[in-house]
């Protein structure tokens, strides 16, 4: 008699119904099956769980229907789907690292019998110690000075296994700063359990080099194109209707620029605390990423959405007694202006500058989108994080000259490739910041994941989870745009108002419904994938949001597309929150094209600015490290907790 087997979904396997079969996208690409494995997977997924026999999975069917399951579950293991084990999968083994392992290993379950052996030796400091166990903590680890390589450095164990590497001088140096150490500790972390599951080794980050926060290089990239000016109204049109029609053909030769602008100046007066708690939330690391969509080995990302975690936003601030750049990371005060050597005054201004050639260097003319994206972004994040700490701001996006010329390029000694974005103006508080308040909304700003595929298709609940999504789409009504609720399936909001699949028009008087059943998600499926990109599952989220505008309206000249765009981000930042509240992620998607949107609206005369996907993360290879704490003034907020994809 053959011994019994135990199926077990791999992670990262999404489903998504179609008019004339199902997509299924697992690790070994796109497959197309029958309609009817669709509502079969979403029946079978809890039985598909390793600890289930499929013997006892066919004992709960009729007679007549277990042939039909039997070849079900054989064409989930020829798409790499699913895998048929000999053993029961054993207890204590984390979801997320065995989605990881799922990645490297034919079994897994023998490179995860300890849970997690990793071991890094780090040329550093002594005080690396305490950053790097804390990365690693959600994986139980254990930091010990090493004795066996002779190395100054540390030796990570974890269980009573470990895995030795070599020593390396050129891993890491001395970071400047808290955040750059907590940062290169996730991914010292992250690069040590990659190893131990069995990937090819990549080079470790030195902290002054991390992408994100790295000061290498000219300020400037060389060859980059410039995005100024964008005079006609054709080419605003092509930048919102068809986004892939201004992207480079191939990879562009362009050096990156140096991500945090060149110190040349000495370090100026510390910020108040209530600011740098705002600016917590836009401008310092909080997530670390690696893995086959990042590039250079990693990313760090902060608060804000940003294309690739490339940040060509830079934050300036600006009183009466002088001005000065801030420092990404670190938060520092660099004078730029000659009679910044005194304290701040007491009207501060923080000005928003672009520097475009940090996009431009590889998305070429698409980098405009970008940049105003994520100027407006940075506008409503700092409103919204003003707003929950008690503190007045009046933000404006505005659009000013590039470089030295004009008033604020010559105070802030702007590059020749950035220019004006924005400003907020801040009053101080007239009381203390409210920490624990403060402490929530920053964790809500963490929530935001990266990656394509961040989403649980399959064992995720059938009925999902608008929370106040719905209510914060009808708070901010702008008679300018046009803000559109995609239900992918079932949804369940924070007033228990019941959501079926379709496409509602929100405003502020309520939904309005548009289109019914699943169509819209299709359409969305359908124009995504002709895209010929790395498209999400939609039916593996819950629902997805697009903020439109007109065409005629938002193309009239770049200055007006920035206004529009602004508007449209005070938007999508409160979907992001709103999202994270109900304990989903909200991402934002580029690369939505007009025609798209006019099949899943009926409208043809809207082209989107922005599109977020909301639903519930499940395993999918992301591993999530925590790092130090960090103090400001008397409050302890937690600086980083870094999403790393191995």
């Known amino acids: 008699m053959a011994p019994d087997l135990f199926p077990r979904l791999l992670s990262a396997v999404h489903a998504v119904a179609g008019r004339d079969g199902t997509l299924l996208t697992t690790r070994t690409g796109h497959h197309r099956g029958p309609a009817a494995l669709h509502p079969l997977l979403h029946r079978l997924a809890p039985l598909l769980d390793g600890r289930t026999a499929e013997s006892s999975v066919l004992d ?8 039909v399951v039997r070849r079900g579950l054989d064409h989930l293991e020829r798409c790499g789907a699913l895998r048929r084990e000999v053993i029961a999968r054993p207890e204590g083994i984390p979801g997320q690292l065995l989605a990881v392992a799922d990645l490297f290993s034919d079994a897994p379950y023998e490179r995860c019998a300890a849970l997690l052996a990793a ?5 550093a400091p002594a005080d690396w110690l305490r950053p790097l166990e804390a990365a690693l903590h959600r994986l139980s680890v254990r930091a010990e000075p090493s004795a066996a390589s002779g190395a100054p450095g540390v030796l990570v164990r974890i269980d009573e296994v470990e895995v030795r590497l070599a020593p390396d001088d050129g891993w890491l140096v001395e970071p400047i700063g808290e955040v750059e150490r907590a940062v290169a500790a996730a991914a010292v972390a992250a690069e040590a359990v990659a190893r131990f599951l069995g990937r090819p080794p990549r080079p470790l980050p030195g902290a002054r080099d991390l992408p994100g926060l790295d000061r290498r290089g000219p300020r400037t990239s060389a060859g980059a194109p410039l995005l100024d000016p964008w005079p006609v ?3 605003l049109r092509a930048l919102l209707l068809d986004p892939a029609s201004l992207l480079p053909a191939a990879e562009p030769e362009c050096a990156r620029p140096a991500a945090v602008r060149p110190l040349t100046a000495g370090e100026g007066p510390r910020l108040p605390d209530w600011l740098r708690a705002l600016l917590w939330c836009v401008h310092v690391p909080l997530r670390w990423e690696s893995g086959e969509l990042a590039h250079s080995g990693g990313w760090a990302h902060r608060g804000l959405p940003s294309a690739r975690g490339f940040y060509p936003v830079e934050l300036y601030l600006v009183t009466d007694t002088g001005a000065w750049y801030v420092e990404p990371g670190e938060l520092r005060l660099v004078p730029v202006s000659r009679s910044a050597s005194a304290e701040p005054g007491s009207r501060f201004t923080l000005v928003l500058t672009v520097r475009e050639t940090k996009v431009s260097h590889r998305y070429h003319r698409y980098a405009t989108r970008l940049c105003l994206q994520e100027a407006g972004l940075a506008l409503a994040a700092l409103g919204d994080a ?11 996006a505005e659009l000013g000259e590039r470089g030295r010329s004009g008033p604020w390029g010559e105070l802030l000694d702007l590059g020749p490739d950035e220019r004006p974005v924005g400003r907020i103006v801040l009053d101080p508080p007239h009381r203390a910041l409210d920490a624990p308040a403060f402490a929530r909304h920053l964790a809500l700003v963490r929530q935001r994941r990266s990656g394509h595929r961040v989403f649980n298709a399959l064992g995720a609940d059938r009925v999902g989870r608008l929370g106040s999504l719905p209510a914060d789409l009808a708070a901010v009504p702008d008679d300018r745009l046009s803000a559109f609720l995609v239900v992918h399936r079932p949804c369940l909001d924070a007033a228990d108002g019941h959501w079926e699949p379709g496409c509602y028009r929100v405003t502020g008087q309520g939904p309005e419904p548009v289109r019914a059943g699943l169509e819209p998600t299709e359409r969305l499926q359908r124009g995504q994938d002709a895209m010929g990109w790395l498209a999400p599952d939609y039916l593996s989220a819950v629902a997805t949001v697009i903020v439109a505008a007109p065409v005629d309206e938002a193309t009239t000249d770049v200055r007006r597309l920035h206004e529009i765009t602004a508007a449209a981000a005070r938007i999508a930042h409160r979907v992001l ?10 991402r934002i998607h580029n690369s939505l094209r007009a025609d798209v949107v006019a099949a899943v609206t009926g409208d043809e005369r809207l082209a989107p600015l922005f599109q977020m996907i909301v639903g519930f993360p499940g395993p999918d290879g992301t591993i999530t490290v925590d790092v130090d704490e960090t103090a400001f003034g008397s409050t302890k907020i937690t600086t980083l907790t870094g999403d790393t994809r191995c």
């Open 60 to 67: 709960r069917l009729p007679e007549s229907g277990r042939e």
């Open 386 to 396: 003003a707003r929950d700490a008690g503190i007045a701001a009046d933000a404006v």
């Open 233 to 235: 109204s054709d080419q």
């Open 119 to 123: 071991g890094a030796t780090v040329c």
């Open 577 to 586: 929150l709103g999202a994270a509240a109900a304990g989903a992620a909200g």
